[in-house]
């Protein structure tokens, strides 16, 4: 190959990778850009669950704080039935007017497990059952 042959094929490969480098660059920033996107639509819709209804909800991470429990606790206090709760897209919210309830002991979230096994067998306890 000539030395003419050499310099045209080599300035070939550099036009190529600065072409390449271009496009991926030029890639990037529209993916980033459209995942700002996305994420902001996300945010407004968890905004809105957040305040549903003039209600404001707090996530189950915030609940545990304000509770001083662990969110494994929250999450078992969920599966019987003890704490009020909306779930929206899988995810487990707390009105904050019933943590504050809890914390100012106005919202009893104890249950005797009699209590739990009727629930948990599907049926609801009548008021003063137990």
Not at 83 to 109: C, F, M, Q, V, W
Request: with cysteine.
């Amino acid at each position: 190959m000539s030395e003419q042959e050499q310099k045209s094929l080599q300035f070939i490969e550099n036009r190529i990778e600065s072409i390449l480098k271009n496009m991926f660059e030029d890639f990037k920033r529209s993916l980033s850009k459209d995942l700002k996107i996305k994420q902001s639509g996300q945010m407004k819709q968890e905004e809105e669950i957040l305040q549903e209804n003039n209600v404001k909800y707090l996530k189950a991470g915030e609940a545990a704080k304000m509770l001083n429990v662990s969110t494994r606790t929250l999450q078992r206090w969920r599966k019987s039935c003890d704490i009020p709760h909306i779930t929206r897209r899988g995810l487990a919210y707390y009105s904050h007017k019933d943590i504050k309830a809890i914390l100012n002991g106005e919202l009893d979230i104890s249950r005797s497990k009699e209590e739990v096994q009727t629930i948990k067998r599907g049926r609801k306890p009548v008021l003063g059952e137990y």
